[in-house]
């Protein structure tokens, strides 16, 4: 194993990155393309550091693995340390995000010309907060990078969002920062609990029976909101509607992985007890996040809506399989949110492909594309099949797995996501039917160029990973698979001991 400091190297490697922009000086035509240069050489640097992270990956330990720690400061009596490490949970996510970042800046290459030195900058320092997030064994600093990421995609969405921006950055904001202040309680409290701030003692620690309940309320009222969970999720469509696409691309494909990951780092192993007792409200909520929410994507006219409300119904799956808390079900909800990041992503940029040709996402301006724009169709064809969890394709893995492992302790959850199967065609192929079939009926869809090389080059390594996980999913849940058998064995012997039954809505 390497004895460079990797996570420190791939966490901060994009404000060096950051820092080169900055002194970027001259005309504003220089500025900009030298901006996009650096950003796109920061990320790539970073990606491949990330993959070097998953070659010097061990699967068969469940033990943190790149392990950093120094003192970081003392204030009166709190003691907070610099500390990071990565498990096999953790691993993906780190890659995920570098990836999506990437794209990101490749797909907005020609799309942003206003304010581009300050576009990649926020996208930069946007992708260091989101990998430290990941990659934080310290509350105190898994808190900073969890609120930071707020700033940046707040800044997103509201200097290069569509007309409604501003409405959109601040419900996005203020929903997410309520919960998050909750969490910050609940922090404090472990913090007087266990009288460190370290994420490993605080996993290992038997919190008290009637404590674990109010710290688990706290947290999910954080994590419920920005995965977003049924009742709390309606800044999506609106932040999603608003947001510039690559935007779109990060908020879905990592934003809303934050909740999930949050409910299987912390509120699994800390609260086995609140999280067995709280099973069939997430259990209720998940139901209705699935077959609601698919139903509302079913009315929508826009296409962005539509995307984002399916993402509201996948989401759905990966809470219903973290707290069925067995071995399938959870190893199902990881590899789902992995899959939901590369297929949500995907779609976003399929929608961003069509608006900046015409200038709009509304589904009734479409029809027809298949003539003009055969090889946009197939790549909108792949992802489309994957989004309703065609087998073979990275969607089809996790809906199973979630479907497979929650049965052992709900058959009637089960049933009830299992509605999504049906619905989720419905509103997928209703999609794909009306923008690509049919007659061109409009004079400016008949001047409709297909894709480009840089748009080919974003959407390859998205299919290349959608097909990969779909065919040999083996490769994504070896190194994931120990970390999350020590989890649920640690579940298992916390409910055990308490006498503690899981609970379901049989």
């Given amino acids: ?30 500025v900009a393309r030298n901006a996009r240069f650096i950003a796109l050489w920061t990320a790539l640097v970073d990606l491949a550091l990330s993959v070097v992270l998953w070659v010097q990956f061990d699967p068969n330990t469940s033990d943190f693995q790149f392990v950093e720690q120094a003192d970081w400061v003392t204030i009166g009596g709190f003691h907070f340390a610099y500390h990071m490490g990565i498990d096999g949970i953790s691993l993906f996510f780190v890659l995920l995000s570098t990836l999506l970042t990437l794209l990101s800046i490749v797909s907005a290459w020609e799309v942003i010309q206003f304010r581009v030195k300050e576009f990649m900058i926020a996208f930069l320092v946007l992708e260091t907060l989101m990998v430290g ?61 266990t009288g460190t701030t370290d994420i490993t003692v605080a996993l290992s620690h038997d919190f ?83 077959i609601y929410t698919s139903l509302v994507a079913l009315a929508q006219i826009d296409m962005k809506k539509l995307i984002a409300y399916s993402s509201i119904a996948h989401m759905g799956f990966v809470t219903m399989g973290t707290f069925a808390a067995t071995n399938e079900a959870v190893q199902g909800a990881l590899i789902q949110m992995i899959s939901h990041g590369l297929v949500s992503g995907a779609l976003f940029l399929c929608v961003g492909v069509l608006y900046d040709r015409l ?18 169709a197939f790549v909108l064809m792949v992802f489309t099949l994957a989004a309703v969890g065609l087998p073979g394709t990275s969607g ?21 996501a299992a509605t999504a199967l049906f619905l989720a065609p419905a509103y997928m192929l209703y999609l794909y039917r009306r923008v690509i079939f049919g007659t061109i009926t409009r004079a400016d869809l008949r001047n409709m160029l297909d894709l480009s090389l840089r748009e080919k080059l974003v959407f390859a ?35 055990a001991a308490a006498g503690v039954r899981h609970a379901s809505l049989d």
């Fill in 1 to 30: 194993m390497s004895h460079w400091p990797l996570l420190s190297l791939v966490t901060f490697v994009p404000l060096i990155g950051t820092a080169f922009i900055l002194m970027t000086r001259g005309e504003a035509t220089v």
């Fill in 133 to 193: 997030i990941f990659c934080a064994l310290d509350f105190v600093l898994f808190y900073v990078f969890f609120e930071g990421v707020l700033i940046p995609m707040f800044l997103i969405i509201g200097v290069w969002g569509g007309s409604n921006r501003i409405y959109s950055a601040f419900k996005f904001f203020l929903y997410t920062l309520l919960g998050s202040v909750l969490m910050l309680l609940a922090v404090l409290a472990v913090y007087f609990e």
């Fill in 208 to 290: 008290p029976p009637g404590l674990q309940r109010w710290l688990w309320l706290a947290f999910f009222a954080s994590f419920a909101i920005k995965v977003p969970m049924w009742p709390v999720h309606t800044w999506l469509p609106d932040a999603h509607v608003e947001a510039p696409t690559a935007g779109s691309v990060i908020l879905a494909g990592i934003l809303l992985k934050l909740g999930g990951y949050g409910f299987v780092r912390f509120s699994l192993p800390m609260f086995p007890l609140a999280s067995a007792y709280f099973t069939p409200l997430i259990f209720t909520l998940s139901a209705i996040a699935v």
């Fill in 359 to 376: 200038h709009t996402h509304e589904i009734a301006r479409f029809g027809g594309l298949v003539q003009r724009m055969p090889a946009y």
């Fill in 396 to 416: 089809f893995v996790g809906e199973f797995l979630i479907l497979l492992g929650t049965f052992k302790v709900s058959t009637l959850e089960t049933t009830l």
């Fill in 461 to 495: 390594p998205l299919l290349a990973l959608v097909v990969w996980i779909g065919v040999y999913p083996t490769s994504f849940l070896r190194p994931l698979q120990v970390s999350v058998d020590h989890l649920v064995q640690q579940v298992n012997a916390a409910t």
